[in-house]
């Protein structure tokens, strides 16, 4: 039974890391110097988005998986910036991946998300920014559908609007 129980626990903690990241771990990472075209203050995008969204997007934060608006999303239609309304991914590359998180196969548009190298949580993962403003969407890893590039694109809901076809 204890054995039972640290399995478990061990199980929920992995899948809570899978795709998120902590907010806390985030603030050093958020202190690069690079420009992005669209920067604003964290008070202006406070004004743009929504609480999660914020949270998410500014912040480097995750929302709870299982527990959010696309995870289960299975309309025709894209995914946009909840920060510009740019295109990122479309339901046509979204597949179940079990994590609790929409997941996708790839970007509509390559250059619209850039891959940056996270190191919280005691791991190395790629973070997926939005180019043009360097705002957090997800994260990226090597374990997707073999014959649709192996890539699984883990993204936060909170980090979308979506636009049903």
Same mark, same amino acid.
């Given at each position: ?75 025709? =239609? ?5 920060? *510009? $309304?740019?295109? @990122?991914?479309?339901?046509? &590359? ?5 994590? %609790? ?24 993962? =790629?973070?997926i920014i939005e180019?043009? *403003? $360097?705002?957090? @969407?997800?994260?990226?890893? &090597?374990d997707g559908?073999?014959?649709? %590039? ?16």
């Open positions: 039974m204890k054995n039972i129980v640290c399995i478990s626990a061990a199980l929920l903690f992995m899948i809570g890391t899978s795709c998120g990241q902590s907010a806390k771990t985030a603030k050093k990472e958020n202190s690069n110097s690079k420009k992005f075209p669209i920067e604003k203050s964290e008070n202006e995008w406070k004004k743009i988005l929504s609480p999660i969204a914020f949270e998410v997007m500014v912040k480097k934060g995750t929302e709870t998986p299982f527990k959010n608006p696309y995870n289960s999303n299975y309309q025709k =239609g894209i995914y946009v910036s909840a920060a *510009t $309304g740019e295109p @990122l991914f479309s339901s046509e &590359d979204k597949f179940d991946s079990g994590t %609790g998180w929409p997941s996708f196969t790839k970007p509509i548009n390559p250059k619209a998300v850039t891959v940056v190298q996270d190191n919280s949580l005691g791991m190395v993962r =790629g973070e180019t043009s *403003t $360097g705002l957090h @969407l997800g994260h990226v890893f &090597d559908p073999a014959d649709k %590039g192996g890539k699984r694109y883990c993204m936060n809901s909170a980090a979308f609007k979506f636009i049903k076809k």
